[in-house]
Structure formats: C-alpha cells, structure tokens
T-cell receptor
Framework: DTGVSQNPRHKITKRGQNVTFRCDPISEHNRLYWYRQTLGQGPEFLTYFQNEAQLEKSRLLSDRFSAERPKGSFSTLEIQRTEQGDSAMYLC??????????????FGQGTRLTVV | DAKTTQPNSMESNEEEPVHLPCNHSTISGTDYIHWYRQLPSQGPEYVIHGLTSNVNNRMASLAIAEDRKSSTLILHRATLRDAAVYYCILRDGAYSGAGSYQLTFGKGTKLSVIP
C-alpha cells in the first residue's frame, strides 16, 4: 500500500498523559498536513510542513501540541498533558509541491484519540 | 479561502444520478473549486476540482456556473459506496510562495444512497 499511513489507528489515554502519533506520507510528497476532526464536523487544519520546515500553524495548535518532520519524511504529532477536549480524529495528509495550490491532498485513515 | 454553502444532507436512489450543489457567491477570480468526500471511518478523499470550465474524471463531473458563484458535483450513477460526506472547498490558486495551503472544510453534505 503506497498511501498515507497513520499509527496508531486508535489511542485511549488518561487525562494528563502525553501521546504521540506518527504519519508516513506518500514517499515523493514533500508537503504534509495535520488536521483534527471532531464528531459531526469537517476536518480543521492544525499545521503544515514543506519538507522539514513547519510553515504554518493554526491557532488551534496550543502550546501543548508539537509537530515535527525530521528529514522531511515521516511526521509526529505530540500532545502533552492531554485533556478530554483533545478527543478527536487526527488526520494526516500529504501532497506534491506545485507552483499553485491545486494539487490534490491524500489523507490517511486517521488516529482516533479518546481521552478518559 | 472563501466560504461555501452546501445542504446538510441529500438522498439518492442507487443507480440514479446525484447532483450535489454548492454555493460560493464570494468566490474570487483565482479560487479553484475542489470537492472531497469522506466515507465513514475514513480520511477525506479527493474527488475533482476546476476553475471555470466543466470537468470530468472517472469519479464524477463538476459543473461550474458561468458566473462561478455556484457549482454542482454530479455522480452519474450512485452506488452504495458513494454514501459519504461531500465537501466543497475553495482554494486560492494565486501563487504566493509560503502562503496558506490548508483546506478549509465546512460541514459538507451527507449523501445517503438508498438501495
């Protein structure tokens, strides 16, 4: 399978614990995005990387959230001191760099986080 | 990115065509119209995009109004597998270097397909 891969698919954690998710994009894609989706809502943008550089961060990304993309390949999203409000589906997407913004994004199946 | 308006839900019978509308009255000249869909328990999936002319691909057709203030995603023959939430999204195609590349999703249209 050469699609976007996310691990784990499901994570249950206790409030206050730290969690880390991993995303492996399609290999030749140099753009990588993280989104968060709560029940009944569309995905909300969190952050964007071009290669290893984090170029955009949403104001939704509080200081408890940190994302990295070392060497411009896989990416990790860490949430520190989780809160119940962090419970959501975390989606990763990747795309090819193009002069415009109209290359399609390929999404992974997401990591569903439940904070108890 | 400019805002879009879609119906909350629609129903279709299996094997019949489906027309999913999207209004985007504040679209700018450089905004492309993108459609994504999200099947249950899956990440969103790209469907189609266009600027001014109607577009066809293996999944669907996109009909864009002459004034570009609205568009319609057409599924020519709905199958049970097409039951999903369909999102209409505008993306500015003007090249701006390190500008915003995010997709701004609304709530979309939940399509139900009746066997």
């Amino acid at each position: 399978d050469t699609g976007v891969s996310q691990n784990p698919r499901h994570k249950i954690t206790k409030r206050g614990q730290n969690v880390t998710f991993r995303c492996d994009p399609i290999s030749e894609h140099n753009r990588l995005y993280w989104y968060r989706q709560t029940l009944g809502q569309g995905p909300e943008f969190l952050t964007y990387f071009q290669n290893e550089a984090q170029l955009e961060k949403s104001r939704l990304l509080s200081d408890r959230f940190s994302a990295e993309r070392p060497k411009g390949s896989f990416s990790t999203l860490e949430i520190q001191r989780t809160e119940q409000g962090d419970s959501a589906m975390y989606l990763c997407a990747s795309s090819l760099r193009d002069r415009g913004k109209n290359t399609e994004a390929f999404f992974g199946q997401g990591t569903r986080l439940t904070v108890v | 990115d400019a805002k879009t308006t879609q119906p909350n839900s629609m129903e279709s019978n299996e094997e019949e065509p489906v027309h999913l509308p999207c209004n985007h009255s504040t679209i700018s000249g450089t905004d492309y119209i993108h459609w994504y869909r999200q099947l249950p328990s899956q990440g969103p999936e790209y469907v189609i995009h266009g600027l001014t002319s109607n577009v066809n691909n293996r999944m669907a057709s996109l009909a864009i109004a002459e004034d570009r203030k609205s568009s319609t995603l057409i599924l020519h023959r709905a199958t049970l597998r097409d039951a999903a939430v369909y999102y209409c999204i505008l993306r500015d195609g003007a090249y701006s270097g390190a500008g915003s590349y995010q997709l701004t999703f609304g709530k979309g249209t939940k399509l139900s397909v009746i066997p």
